[in-house]
């Protein structure tokens, strides 16, 4: 049998080319693996935890399709029926200001923000819609409660039949699997060595800057002469 220098060469190059391919394949491996150690994620279940669901009365038909799913979602998911407060305000604009006040009081571990809104002949549909989705936006954000957006923005009345349980799923359901996952993420995040350690570390260092700051202009306001005694000891003298 006759080896020629082409037929080594290639032979060495396929070699090299299945021992990358190896390196490759094993170095994907340890980076999902590592993706996989370091992700921070919220679970399912929402054993424990408490929600208030702010649905609007306006366009009832659609709405109440997406309460009693949200509802049967929670339960699913572990809630307790007690630990469920369902809040009716009269339509979507209301929704932010509701969900704050309810963010506000420290009882609830998420939010559930369900309505519907369906575009008209004016412009009125363009203002409520922009106004909703800032609010309640806003409202999570200023407060540290995660709020789930279950309000529904369609053009036709068809759409929203259509995401209320009929061919595009259930929106209210949805809304209230992203209130159980954040809420769980809310707590992963506290716990998490990466994220919440720092968090208090860089908390209790603005303290513990305060605190100095406070302790030198203590001891600067007693280093200050009194002018009283000052005048006392002249007339003395």
Do not use: W
Not at 40 to 50: E, H, K
Not at 95 to 102: C, G, M, N, T
Not at 152 to 166: K, S
């Amino acid at each position: 049998m006759i080896v020629t220098t082409a037929s080594l060469r290639m032979t060495g190059e396929k070699t090299i080319s299945q021992q990358r391919y190896r390196d490759t394949e094993n170095t994907e491996a340890d980076t999902k693996t590592d993706i996989r150690r370091k992700t921070v994620a919220g679970g399912l279940s929402a054993t424990g935890l408490r929600f208030a669901v702010v649905v609007s009365r306006f366009n009832e038909f659609i709405t109440d399709r997406l309460l009693r799913s949200a509802y049967d979602g929670l339960v699913r998911s572990g809630a307790k029926e007690k630990d469920i407060a369902i809040v009716r305000v009269p339509g979507a604009f209301e929704i932010p200001s509701v969900a704050r006040a309810l963010a506000e009081t420290e009882k609830y571990d998420a939010i559930i923000c369900l309505g519907c809104l369906l575009r008209g002949d004016t412009a009125h549909y363009d203002v409520i819609v922009n106004e909703v989705a800032r609010g309640i936006g806003q409202s999570a954000q200023e407060t540290g409660v995660p709020h789930a957006f279950g309000v529904l923005t369609c053009e036709t009345l068809e759409q929203a039949i259509d995401r209320a349980g009929l061919k595009m799923g259930n929106k209210g359901f949805e809304a209230a699997m992203a209130a159980v996952e954040m809420a769980n993420l809310k707590t992963a995040i506290s716990r998490h060595p990466a994220t919440g350690k720092n968090v208090v570390g860089r908390a209790s260092g603005v303290r513990k800057s305060k605190t100095a700051v406070g302790s030198r202009s203590s001891a600067v306001g007693k280093s200050k002469t009194n002018p009283r005694a000052v005048s006392s000891k002249r007339r003395k003298l």
